[in-house]
């Protein structure tokens, strides 16, 4: 064997070495998500009951927040590389996966209740975040001037209406909280449940991030379409663990309000806080996704008056999948 033929074996081994190890470490980070999410439902649910609050305040808020992290973390690193299309289409695209996706799924584990508060005012306060957020971000088409921005004024008053939402689910902690039958650990048990879960969460969809975007870089894909898809996806596979594990669980609160809450935090918080960091530029072709955003929500909204009321079903939940896939379909033959 000459010295090229071994060069070009030795270059093929890197190659496939290239290409096996971000596949192997997307397994790994689906393996952590999958125990983090446990181990993060059973503590957030028993933080709930020793709280004596109400299931549905935790998914609102720490659920939410926890499993919003990748999000959160996504956007930072992206304002602060200047990569505004990561930005945009991890959040619209991280929404439209909980409810299509994720939500479908968890219907599909078992149907879900969903209760009078959440669909008149969690899932349309929702609906509202989308819109203030087209209202902000769409300068040339309201014939505001200048290119389609979120500027360090259009964050200030997203998380001016994070607050009205964080006042909101403080008046929810009020309520008493129905009887259920949620497992109480200690204390102790309960942080460190939730503090193992969140990192199994974040550790997990950053390896998969990060790996993902490596591989879809490779095939030469856009940012606007590894945000929307890749990124969005890996980032709400912890919403998906999480309601997936509540609803099998017959957590049906906590599978709901983590998403509802993980919506409102990605608009109002996260695209909130990132226009601090850096202003960014909102692609127009990115306004399609919002309305489909929107439409996604109203769906969600109307499902529950459609069959059984106030109960999101397995029809459903596959109609809201298939529906998802068709929309995966959609943006990939946009390019």
């Known amino acids: 064997m000459n010295k090229r033929e071994k060069g070009s ?3 093929g081994i890197k190659l496939i070495f290239i290409m096996i190890l971000p596949i192997l470490l997307l397994i790994v980070g689906l393996a952590l998500l999958l125990v983090g999410g446990e ?5 957030s ?10 299931p549905m305040v935790i998914g609102l808020t720490v659920v939410a927040f926890g499993t919003s ?10 304002a602060l590389k200047g990569t505004p299309d990561v930005a945009i289409g991890n959040i619209l695209g991280s929404n439209i996966a909980n409810i299509l996706l994720i939500l479908g ?4 584990i078992r149907p879900l209740t969903v209760k009078v508060d959440t669909i008149w005012k969690e899932i ?5 975040a989308v819109l203030i957020l087209f209202v902000l971000s769409a300068d040339k088409l309201l014939g505001s001037g200048g290119d389609n921005m979120l500027s360090l004024a259009d964050g200030l008053v997203l998380l001016g209406f994070f607050v009205i939402f964080l006042s909101y689910t403080y008046g929810l902690s009020k309520q008493e909280s129905k009887k259920d039958d949620v497992r109480s650990y200690s204390w102790s048990l309960t942080i460190l449940f939730v503090l193992f879960g969140l990192a199994g969460l974040v550790g997990g969809a950053k390896l998969l991030v990060d790996n993902g975007v490596i591989l879809a870089r490779m095939a030469g894909l856009s940012e606007l379409f590894i945000g929307l898809t890749i990124i969005a996806v890996g980032t709400s596979l912890p919403e ?19 998403v509802a809450g993980s919506n409102i935090f990605n608009i109002l918080f996260i695209l909130g806080l990132t226009p601090l960091i850096n202003p960014v530029p909102f692609n127009s072709a990115a306004n399609g996704d919002v309305v489909i955003t929107i ?3 109203l769906l969600l909204f109307f499902f529950m008056f459609i069959g059984k009321r106030h109960q999101l079903q397995r029809w459903q939940g596959v109609f809201m999948v298939i529906t998802y896939l068709a929309y995966i379909t959609f943006i990939t033959l946009r390019g």
């Open 124 to 128: 349309p306060l929702g609906v509202l």
């Open 9 to 11: 074996i030795i270059a």
């Open 240 to 258: 998906l663990v999480a309601s997936g594990i509540a609803a099998y669980r017959g957590h049906d609160e906590l599978a709901v309000g983590n």
């Open 295 to 297: 439409l996604a929500a």
């Open 45 to 54: 649910a028993s933080l709930a009951k020793r709280s004596k609050i109400s």
């Open 39 to 43: 181990y993060f439902v059973r503590g």
């Open 69 to 78: 992290a990748a999000e959160l973390m996504v956007n930072v690193m992206a």
């Open 105 to 108: 799924i968890a219907a599909i």
